[in-house]
């Protein structure tokens, strides 16, 4: 079993729809990050959250550390929001990121 | 502009020869990072280096080296003993190890 598990996989949507992308994992960690991979391959990171909640724009990130578990929304989706959406945890027993394997969203016009 | 770039954009590698991707910073950062991804799963960590002058392998090193001489400079070597080595590369550099990583815009290594 992975240490960090994404669901979905995968993710298809009409535009203005609101999208959720859920992350759990099972190590101890200092930090959860939420990434973004457009199609060329660069990656943004998105929001870095170690409790509670943070806005972004549309975006929004929770985290529960009891529940070990995060999610990633998105409101009124739009067709460039297409893309690969990546969690990745940073342990507390270290500086290393251990990555899920992505959730590809499409939105659709 | 600040950022990190990464050199070539594509790269294509011959039977039995050693190639070297570049990553350079600018933003300052101590922290480095060398990631591959393969279709259908996560990001896996090469090697990374907490300081210049010194680095550490991470959880696939087997078929690569790196060095740290200058702290804007992380370049990777994939050796003729990286067996599969098609995949893309992705460098990162944090301020430290803690914070949020920032990352280049990839290697695509193909084997001919």
């Known amino acids: 079993k992975n240490e960090v598990e994404q669901s979905p996989q995968n993710l298809t949507a009409q535009e203005g729809e609101f999208i959720t992308i859920n992350c759990s994992y099972s190590v101890g960690i200092s930090a959860l990050h939420w990434l973004q991979q457009h199609p060329g391959g660069g990656i943004v990171s998105l929001f870095m959250l170690s409790s509670g909640k943070k806005k972004h724009g549309r975006l929004i990130a929770t985290i529960n550390i009891q529940e070990k578990h995060s999610s990633l929304h998105i409101t009124a989706s739009h067709p460039r929001d297409s893309a690969v959406y990546i969690c990745a945890v940073g342990r507390t027993s270290g500086s290393r990121l251990t990555f899920g394997e992505g959730t590809q969203l499409t939105v659709n016009p | 502009d600040g950022g990190i770039t990464q050199s070539p954009k594509y790269l294509f590698r011959k039977e039995g020869q050693n190639v070297t991707l570049s990553c350079e910073q600018n933003?300052?950062?101590?922290?480095m990072y060398w990631y591959r991804q393969d279709p259908g799963q996560g990001l896996r960590l090469i090697y990374y280096?907490?300081?210049?002058?010194?680095?550490q392998k991470g959880d696939i090193a087997e078929g690569y080296s790196v060095s740290r001489e200058k702290k804007e400079s992380f370049p990777l070597t994939v050796t003729s003993a990286q067996k599969n080595p098609t995949a893309f590369y992705l460098c990162a550099s944090s301020r430290s190890a803690k914070e949020t990583q920032y990352f280049g815009p990839g290697t695509r290594l193909l084997v001919l």
């Open positions: 280096s907490q300081i210049v002058n010194d680095f």
């Open positions: 933003l300052n950062h101590d922290a």
